[in-house]
């Protein structure tokens, strides 16, 4: 399994906090979320991860590289970071051909989070919080018979289940190459602006994906200066201490 971290985005609201890095390179505890999620993913035994760059490549090259000591990592750059996230994905196309976890770089977790979506027995798996908060800005996974059938922004109603996606995705790779092929359509047709996530309705009529429930378990995806002081002041004491508790 390759894990595909999009890494490109600038995080303009996140710029005073960052001193003009990458958010991804933002330190919680002392260590920037990049390197946190590198060492978990390795923790969890995922072998190798393509870093996709954009804002800053120089600097998250060379934070990657320092962490990467029991993952193999290697980058690819996408150049029109400032547009849609769609050409971040884009960007890793080749390696949609293999079982893949899509993962966005700007989250907080524990690897027994990771552990729960990698060894899920479902080959195509989102990450389902029903416990968060939902404010209208949070990616929403739709759920109706067991399935997810939709992500929305702010969800919607009629579904059996809504939770936010953590922004980690499981494809098997039957799926990752259904999803190359829509990303090739829709940049194509010229929706080169767009979030990678709202390619993802295509591909959820078109091939059974499940998700695995980590309600109370601690993470935070970092969007603003009040997730930063969050995540040092509540969600890190929580992943220190479960782990410190015996979680696997």
């Not at 060379?62 to 996408?78: K, P, Q, S, T």
């Not at 935070?220 to 509540?234: C, S, V």
Request: aromatic share 4%; net charge negative; with cysteine.
């Amino acid at each position: 399994m390759t894990a595909i971290i999009l890494a490109a985005g600038v995080g303009k609201r996140l710029l005073s906090a960052s001193r003009g890095r990458p958010k991804c390179l933002l330190e919680i505890g002392g260590r920037p979320l990049l390197c946190r999620l590198l060492d978990n993913l390795a923790a969890v035994g995922v072998p190798e991860a393509v870093v996709v760059t954009g804002f800053g490549a120089e600097h998250v090259r060379e934070a990657a590289g320092r962490a990467a000591a029991n993952i193999a990592v290697r980058f690819l750059h996408n150049p029109r970071y400032n547009e849609g996230a769609i050409l971040s994905l884009w960007t890793a196309r080749e390696v949609l051909d293999r079982a893949v976890l899509v993962m966005d770089a700007d989250v907080l977790c524990g690897k027994a989070l990771l552990r729960r979506l990698v060894e899920s027995p479902q080959p195509n798996c989102f990450l389902l919080d029903a416990s968060a908060e939902n404010t209208g800005e949070e990616q929403m996974l739709l759920v109706r018979e067991g399935y997810v059938r939709n992500i929305v922004r702010g969800g919607a109603a009629g579904y059996d289940l809504t939770g936010e996606s953590v922004g980690f995705l499981r494809l098997s790779a039957e799926a990752a190459r259904l999803l190359r092929d829509l990303l090739a359509a829709r940049i194509a047709a010229g929706a080169t602006a767009i979030e990678h996530e709202e390619v993802y309705p295509a591909l959820l009529e078109r091939v059974a994906v499940g998700f695995e429930r980590i309600d109370g378990m601690p993470w935070i995806e970092i969007d603003f200066p009040d997730d930063l002081e969050r995540a040092e002041r509540e969600v890190l004491p929580r992943i220190v201490a479960a782990c410190r508790a015996g979680g696997r």
